[in-house]
């Protein structure tokens, strides 16, 4: 798993990432998010969570998710997340070549402008013809048979969006599409270290 080879490399230069997770990042998306929000009752969070939701909202649309299965979902099914530095509460993800797809590229397009996502666009270009058809014959919860790459699509915008709506740091999105964790480290080493070790 390239999430344990680049934790142990963080590890090593006393990084340390862990698993977690939160209780607006669950089953029912960008719905539950919206509950967790309105019971905080933080006026700081409002404008923030406001926005992500209507660009969750046209995402899950434009990726052809069924809301009402949101509604139905549970909000106790949380989505965890495999790399979490809690001193500066930033969540990272290493993203395998699963992650570069069409609809990466469609939910992508939909992100706020002061978000710079060109590496990630990139990728997903690069990798599509080939990453589209992984997973195409699983069924996905809301997306119907052959839905889990636009889950995962959604998924990955309801982290980015999210987080940075609830009050967290940008997540952290680490390219390893060769699925080498340990490599993905090494490379973005330098940078890592000036932004997680303060």
């Not at 989505?79 to 395998?96: C, N, Q, R, S």
């Not at 069409?102 to 599509?128: H, K, N």
């Amino acid at each position: 798993m390239p999430n344990d080879a680049f934790a142990q490399a963080a590890a090593r230069d006393g990084i340390v990432l862990a698993p977690h997770s939160f209780d607006w990042l669950c089953e029912q998306g960008h719905v539950g998010l919206e509950r967790v929000a309105k019971a905080r009752r933080d006026p700081v969070i409002v404008g923030p969570v406001t926005a992500a939701l209507h660009r969750l909202s046209a995402i899950y649309a434009r990726l052809k998710g069924d809301e009402s299965v949101l509604h139905a979902a549970r909000e106790n099914l949380l989505l965890g997340v495999d790399l979490f530095h809690e001193p500066t509460a930033t969540i990272v993800a290493v993203d395998g070549a699963e992650h570069f797809t069409s609809f990466r590229l469609t939910a992508l397009g939909m992100y706020p402008p002061e978000l710079d996502v060109a590496a990630q666009i990139a990728l997903c270009r690069e990798w599509a013809a080939r990453t589209d058809g992984l997973e195409r014959g699983l069924a996905a919860k809301g997306f119907g048979f052959g839905g889990r790459p636009r889950e995962r699509a959604y998924h990955d915008a309801l982290l980015d969006l999210g987080a940075p709506a609830m009050g967290h740091p940008p997540v952290l999105r680490i390219a390893a599409p060769d699925g080498d964790g340990a490599a993905a480290y090494a490379r973005h080493r330098a940078a890592l270290i000036s932004y997680l070790i303060r």
